[in-house]
């Protein structure tokens, strides 16, 4: 039997000891941690997880700022949009064992479970806006430094983009360019399941599945590149 999600206090001792913040406002904590899947909730992290994403890079952008002094604008942005990005934030999320915390549907965390996935990245940019709201600009501050500060010296890269890899791959090579169609919808509107197949003029279509059709399409790019040789593994 799965254990109970902490709510109230407990949750907000759970997430003191992964943040080294104390909420005021648990509510606000809870609704942070709220995925827009749980069934009967009423309030979720949309909105925090979007006021969330730009607290998070303001503070990104100011401690590259300050770390490489003398770093110019083309060797800092890498590191920024790396440090952003949401599979950092999914990373994040795992680190801090948010899945164990956040209130989503059972069946979207257990297809996500031990890799991640777009539902802890968004609750990562929810508790940051969420800690910025109860605690102000320097709370904020700190939460991000706990968790990104190191990642800031080893990250310079933006994860790979299988999609953009495979269209400088097809440019390379020749003029074709690849088609992405949707082959199938399933499941409920708050957990939908897309199956996509990429086309390119001579070569077989290669197919992949997401809960978003991004991801999907994501998926079959990759599919196609370990496919044809151009990549020898998936990233990470």
């Not at 039997?1 to 913040?21: I, S």
């Not at 956040?102 to 996500?112: C, E, I, Q």
Request: contains cysteine; aromatic residues 6%; negative net charge.
């Amino acid at each position: 039997m799965a254990l109970k999600r902490p709510t109230g206090e407990a949750l907000a001792a759970l997430v003191l000891a992964r943040t080294g913040y104390a909420f005021k406002d648990i509510r606000l904590l809870e609704t942070a941690l709220t995925h827009s899947s749980a069934v009967k909730a009423a309030s979720n992290n949309q909105r925090l997880e979007f006021l969330g994403d730009r607290v998070l890079g303001l503070m990104v952008a100011d401690m590259l700022f300050e770390k490489f002094p003398d770093a110019a604008e083309g060797e800092i942005a890498p590191r920024f949009n790396a440090l952003v990005d949401a599979r950092t934030c999914s990373e994040i999320g795992v680190e801090m064992q948010l899945e164990e915390l956040v209130r989503a549907d059972a069946a979207l965390k257990m297809r996500s479970r031990g890799s991640g996935g777009n539902y802890l990245a968004d609750a990562v940019e929810a508790l940051i806006a969420a800690v910025y709201l109860d605690g102000g600009i320097d709370a904020a501050r700190q939460f991000v430094l706990r968790y990104w500060e190191a990642r800031a010296q080893t990250v310079v890269t933006k994860p790979p983009n299988p999609k953009s890899e495979l269209q400088e791959w097809l440019a390379k090579i020749g003029d074709a360019r690849p088609e992405y169609v949707i082959e199938n919808r399933e499941g409920p509107d708050h957990q939908p399941i897309f199956t996509v197949s990429v086309r390119v003029r001579g070569l077989d279509p290669a197919q992949g599945t997401g809960g978003s059709r991004r991801a999907a399409e994501e998926a079959a790019a990759t599919s196609l590149l370990l496919r044809e040789g151009v990549w020898a593994n998936a990233p990470a």
